[in-house]
């Protein structure tokens, strides 16, 4: 079946359009330490604190405040001054991870590895099942990819 010029091109800006929107939708931390709160404001009880590479799932906003998905699906808001989605985010979502010098087990640890859950990184490269990461006092290394968080 022969489809028209037009509709190949509709389909690819849809495609585009959607994978903008996910791409919207990630979110990280970008100040040192931000507080996660029960509600849009000050005003309403500060659940966790996080720091700074923390990655989040946007879900809706409510004046300056942000609704927010961690990885384990827990719901929060946070101040939009906090955030941004101009670079990916990782967080550990197993209890202790390893972090290598290169993107393999053949590579050894780093010197500061193995990291506990929740710790959040930057994403700077990924390489086939391997992501290159910086965390937020500049060290770098490399995670396997399934045991993290990316957003």
């Known amino acids: 079946m022969i489809v028209p010029r037009y509709i190949s091109k509709s389909i690819w800006l849809l495609m ?10 990630a979110l990280c931390v970008k100040a040192p330490k931000a507080n996660l709160r ?3 404001g000050t005003k309403y009880q500060k659940l966790w604190q996080v720091f700074k590479y923390m990655p989040f799932k946007r879900l809706k906003r409510k004046g300056n405040w ?3 998905k961690d990885v384990d699906g827990d719901r929060y808001w946070i101040y939009k001054g906090l955030v941004t989605s ?6 550990v ?3 202790k991870v390893n972090l290598r010098k290169g993107p393999g087990t053949n590579y050894k640890v780093v010197s500061w590895s193995p990291v506990s859950k929740y710790f959040s990184m930057k994403v700077v490269r ?3 099942n391997w992501v290159k990461i910086v965390d937020s006092v500049g060290d770098k290394a490399w995670v396997y990819r399934p045991l993290i968080w990316i957003q």
């Open 93 to 95: 979502k197993k209890e």
């Open 86 to 91: 101009s670079y990916k985010c990782a967080v």
């Open 66 to 68: 942000i609704q927010v």
């Open 126 to 128: 990924t390489k086939g």
């Open 16 to 25: 585009f359009l959607w994978v903008f929107v996910q791409e919207a939708n």
């Open 38 to 40: 029960s509600g849009p």
